[in-house]
C-alpha cells in the first residue's frame, strides 16, 4: 500500500522565482492537504483540496496557490519567492468523513536564496 | 480559533524510563479531535495516537498512551518502556471533524517537544 509521496525531496530557488511541488495521495484517500513548516515550528495549514477545488485556506498570500487532478494528485506553487518562503512543505492525504485522520508524506525542502 | 500549547520545548530520558509529554488546547467546540505527531530527524510526520473527544476512555498504542482531560482541554502523551527510536520531536494536534459542506478540517499544530531517549 503507497503512501503520501511528494517530489522533489529538496529544490533551491533564488528570490523572485516560481516553484512548483507534487504530492501523490496515499492510495484511496480523495483529500490533500498542504502546510508549511519553517525550522523549529509546527506545521502551518495552507489550504486543502477535495473534489479538484480548494476547500479551505489559511493565512498565506495569493502567491500560494494550488491544484489538485482527477487521480487525487496535488500541486502546490509558489510564485515570486522571497527569503521567508523557505521552509518544510508538507503533503498530508485523508479520506473525506472517514476517520479524518491525515496521514503525511516525507515533505519537500525548499531553500530560498 | 482554535491554538494548540506545547509548553515544553525540550525533553530527555535515559533509555527505558518512562516520559510524559504535555498539551493543552483552547477550543469552544464539543466535539473535535487529537493527536499526536511524531517527526523524527528523518522528517516525515509520523501519527502516533488519536483521541475523539467523545470518547470517555484513553486511546493506547502499545508503548503510547495518552491521558484526555477534556474539562481541563489537557491532552498529554506517555511514552513507556522509551526507547531510541522514540528520539524525535512530538507535535500535539487538534482537529475539528469534517462536514460535506466545509470539506475535511484543517489539524492545528503546537510549537513541539523535542524529546531526547538517551542510551
Known amino acids: 500500500d503507497a503512501g503520501v509521496t511528494q517530489s522533489p525531496t529538496h529544490l533551491i530557488k533564488t528570490r523572485g522565482q516560481q516553484v512548483t511541488l507534487r504530492c501523490s495521495p496515499k492510495s484511496g484517500h480523495d483529500t490533500v492537504s498542504w502546510y508549511q513548516q519553517a525550522l523549529g515550528q509546527g506545521p502551518q495549514f495552507i489550504f486543502q483540496?477535495?473534489?479538484?477545488?480548494?476547500?479551505q485556506r489559511g493565512n498565506f498570500p495569493d502567491r500560494f496557490s494550488g491544484h489538485q487532478f482527477p487521480n487525487y494528485s496535488s500541486e502546490l506553487n509558489v510564485n515570486a519567492l522571497w527569503l521567508g518562503d523557505s521552509a518544510l512543505y508538507l503533503c498530508?492525504?485523508?479520506?473525506?468523513?472517514?476517520?479524518?485522520?491525515?496521514?503525511f508524506g516525507p515533505g519537500t525542502r525548499l531553500t530560498v536564496l | 480559533a482554535q491554538t494548540v500549547t506545547q509548553s515544553q520545548p525540550e525533553m530527555s530520558v535515559q533509555e527505558a524510563e518512562t516520559v510524559t509529554l504535555s498539551c493543552t488546547y483552547d477550543?469552544?467546540?464539543?466535539?473535535?479531535?487529537l493527536f499526536w505527531y511524531k517527526q523524527p530527524p528523518s522528517r516525515q510526520m509520523i501519527l502516533v495516537i488519536r483521541q475523539e473527544a467523545y470518547k470517555q476512555q484513553n486511546a493506547t498504542e502499545n508503548r503510547f498512551s495518552v491521558n484526555f482531560q477534556k474539562a481541563a482541554k489537557s491532552f498529554s502523551l506517555k511514552i513507556s518502556d522509551s526507547q531510541l527510536g522514540d528520539t524525535a520531536m512530538y507535535f500535539c494536534?487538534?482537529?475539528?471533524?469534517?462536514?460535506?459542506?466545509?470539506?475535511?478540517?484543517?489539524?492545528?499544530f503546537g510549537q513541539g517537544t523535542r524529546l531526547t531517549i538517551n542510551p
Open positions: 483540496y477535495y473534489e479538484e477545488e480548494e476547500r
Open positions: 498530508a492525504s485523508s479520506l473525506m468523513g472517514f476517520a479524518d485522520t491525515q496521514y
Open positions: 477550543t469552544s467546540e464539543n466535539n473535535y479531535y
Open positions: 494536534a487538534f482537529m475539528k471533524p469534517s462536514t460535506i459542506i466545509q470539506g475535511a478540517q484543517k489539524l492545528v
